[in-house]
Structures are given as structure tokens and as C-alpha cells.
């Protein structure tokens, strides 16, 4: 399997290359050349398969020619024997014909886990067969950055280095990331918001010389190997519940796009979705764009789900590119306006495409915080602010197909909203009850980049 750029003009490469490299050097995504395409009898026989089978079996075919089925099995075996859930991604029922997918059973409690933990096996594969060791350095306003370090700790051909805005992340996120002991992991308090972490990165990115003396390496979400880990959970959730002899919904609480657009690779593979609905914070770019045709960057507003909050979504540039019949030019295009002028029109014919296949809805602080209420009262559950976006943007498009909400974190990751809207303040899991005693170790940095440069210089273990 080829992967090719949405910008059409960097040089196609292998899975492991994508994989290693993240973004195109064209400023585009990597996007598969083709999608396999599965039979009605291929996705029937993943009926009572584990998850890792299942995991096995949608993956091997992207990424067959960099990972033997030994590599790949074991793998997969390693990422996900430390969920806190047989089932890996369990089902549960909200109301007639609405069910919750349950994502938050991974070491951090946000469905990042699925993509991270085994992205940090692969990784660690690939470049033990190469001899190369890599600097991982990522931004994160809270989910990723724990859930890199938690992939990524104690692996021996990696650093990993997460910048977090000082004092504007959750205490639970803070200390994911300040208590692994390993000496690989560097969790790093910039004086500054999350622009300001995205714009150090960036910039690291830029510095050629200083990227090629660390082999700087990025985990984003922009990175294929993550999109297609998380393609798997619509296939487990969508024969567990009758695919493939009926039809299945899905609606994604959405911010960079990432997780929705692998629901769009299992559609292509195959799998029968009638809905794939975006449901976004009241930073609605996506909706937006859905209803009227215009993406347009509108500042961020910070939210009670503040892993949703975004300005731009980067992973849409690959819907782009589908719905623009992979027109690299056409893409680049619309990303060059965006970049000069803060936004663009998407074409009338691509922006059908974007409308068969995607529909969207956005909720009000107001509506999320009544929702993680009501919610409580009507099924039982307690809901994390994002996935309580999207149950309430998937009660709006329920009808005779069964919907399913994806939760994409575990409510005790955001303690303070949900007490605010039920007065009960969500435990953490009983195998995390001590990350409140473990000691931290952080460095606090400067919003400075050759300061910043300079310590991971020293840091890393060569
Ligand atoms: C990252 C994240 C999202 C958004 O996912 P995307 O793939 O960026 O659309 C939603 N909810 C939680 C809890 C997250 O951590």
C-alpha cells in the first residue's frame, strides 16, 4: 500500500515512512492511495472476534508491507493489555436504539490511547529494524501529551518531550504527565497558552539543522498510523450491534478531525454507516462549514471540553481532498487562502460529497453541562463534557437506525464540569486512585526557542 500526500506534491511513501515522518513535506497529509475494499462476508466473519483480532484484520492490509504478522500481532497483544477492560471498547445502551461506545478505558482515560499505545509499539519496531533513534517533541493542551507519554515511557530508541501551557491544564492531565518515572519521559510547563506550545513545535519543525541532530519525530494527530488505529472500534461497535446485515449510525464528538474521518475509512472499506454526524463545542468551525459552505477561522473560545477546542481542524484537509476527487492542486489552493486570508469556499460539488457522507450539529455551554444532567437522570451514566456533545447532537438525528455515540473520555478526567452540572464529583478508576500521591517532575521552560532547543539537547540520551 502507497500512501500519497492531499497536496500532491511530496513523494509517496511506504506505511512506515508515513508513519515515521507525520506530515508531508508539502505541508500535506498522507492519505492511503486506495482503500481496501471488504465484502459483506469479510466483515461477517469479525462477529465475536476479540478486539486485537479484529485490530489485526483492519490493519494488516495498510500497513502489511512494513510489519510481518508476527510484528503486527505483537504489537497489537502489547498496546492494549493495559486497558482496564477486557472488551477494549465496550457498548452501552442510553435509550431505544442509542447506545454509548465507551473509548475512555485506555492508561489516560481519552480514546487517544487507542492510536498512542500502539503507534508507540510500531514505532518502537520500526526503528530498532533501522537502527535510528528518534525525539519525540509534542504540544498538548491536555489528552495528547499524556497519552504520547504514556505510550511512549521507558521505550529504549525513544525520547519523548511534551510541552503543556504552565497552569492551564486539568490537575488529573498534569499529573498523567509529571508522574511516569521513566528517565525517556520530559514533561515540560512552557510559560504560555497552547498557541504558544504549537508555535515552539512549529518552529523546532522549521529549524532543519536542529531537527536533523535529534531525529525530531511527531505524534499529532495528523499522523495516518493514528487515524487508521481508530478505525477499527467502528467495526468491532458495528457488528456487535448487527452490521453487516443492518446499518449502523455513528456521531463523534470532533475537534481535529481525526477521529470522524476513520469512521469515513470504514465506510469506504465497506461497513454499512448511514449517519456519520459531527457533533461540535460551540467552536464550530466544522458545522460552520457543513451548513454554509464557508470554512472560516473564528478565534477559539475556551469550553468545559476543552480537547475539542480548536480554530482550525487539520485532519479536514483529508475530507478535503476526498471530496475534491483527490485533487491535490485544488487542495493546496484552498489551505494556501486560508492561510492569507483566514478561510475559504468550499466548491458546490465538494461540498455535496462532504454532505452525503457527513452530517453535524453543535452544542452551547449551557446545552453540555444540561446534557451531563439529564443524562444522568434518563440512563444512569455520568458523561464527560465531550461525550455529552455527543449524545446530544446524536438524540437529533436518532430515527430506525441504531446510533452510536462515541465517549471519548472518562468523566473523572474532567472532575470540575461534571460536579458543576450533577454536584458529583466522578472518581478516578480504582488502578489510578494513587496519581493524586505519586511525586511530579517537570521542568518549568521559557516561551523561548533556543532555551527550549537547548535542553532537549541535554536531556535526551544519546
Ligand atoms: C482529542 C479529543 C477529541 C477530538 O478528537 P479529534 O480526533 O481531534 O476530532 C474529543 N474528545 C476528547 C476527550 C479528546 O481528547
Redesign the pocket.
Known sequence: MRYISTRGQAPELTFGEAMLTGLARDGGLYVPAQIPQWSHDDIKALAGLSYEDVAYRVMQPFCGETFSDAELKEAIAKAYAGFGHAARAPIKQLAPNHFLLELFHGPTL???DFAMQIIGQLFQIALAKEGRKITIVGATSG?TGSAAIEAFRGLDNVDVFILFPHGRVSDVQRRQMTTPIEDNVHALALDGDFDDCQGKLKDMFNHFEFRDAVGLAGVN?INWARVLAQVVYYFTAAVTLGAPDRKISFTV????????FAGYIAKSMGLPIDQLVIATNQNDILHRCLTTGRYEMDGVKASISP??DIQISSNFERALFMAYGQDGAAVTQLMDELKTTGGFTVSQGALEALREIYASGRVSEDQTSAQIKDELVRSGELL?P?SAIGVHVADQHLGAVPMVTLA??HPAKFPDAVEAATGIRPALPERMGDLFDRPERVTRVPNDLSALEALIQERRRV
Open positions: 481519552a480514546f487517544k489528552d494527530s464528538p470532533t475537534g481535529n478531525f481525526g477521529d470522524i480537547s475539542m464527560c465531550h471519548t473520555a
